[in-house]
């Protein structure tokens, strides 16, 4: 699936791609920045493995992946969001670029919470 979303054109014709997190200094894929075009937006998601969290991979990738969506020209609105209660997803998006903009309640189900529906933060991409 991987291998899928993740060829150049993925995101021309499929609208999706995803990147992976490479960490130089472990010399591993640490985790994944997934990009999907959205109306008038590029949306970007992220997911770093637990050994691998807290060392700031996630926000530099983030921040990276959004200055290249503008300077390749694909979109000038990148955005993001994240569940209300993960203040560790917040503090990524803060730190990587990326201002708070609205609370929307009830926005996916979790499959992991027997599909409770659930509140997320949205932000937007300073750059």
Not at 13 to 31: F, H, P, S
Not at 97 to 103: A, D, K, N, Y
Request: charged share 20%; with cysteine; hydrophobic share 45%.
């Amino acid at each position: 699936m991987l291998q899928k979303i993740s060829t150049p054109e993925s995101l021309m014709y499929a609208g999706k791609c995803v990147w992976v997190i490479e960490a130089i200094t472990e010399g591993a894929a640490v985790g994944m920045v997934t990009v999907v075009r959205t109306d008038e937006s590029m949306a970007v998601h992220f997911g770093v493995g637990i050994p691998y969290r807290g060392r700031g991979y996630a926000a530099e990738a983030l921040e990276l992946a959004a200055n290249h969506l503008i300077e390749a020209r694909w979109s000038r609105n990148i955005s993001s969001f994240t569940d209300v209660e993960n203040v560790a997803a917040q503090a990524t998006l803060l730190k990587a670029g990326f201002v708070f903009t609205e609370r929307v309640n009830g926005f996916y189900q979790a499959p992991q919470l027997n599909g409770e529906y659930r509140d997320v933060f949205r932000y937007r991409f300073r750059g």
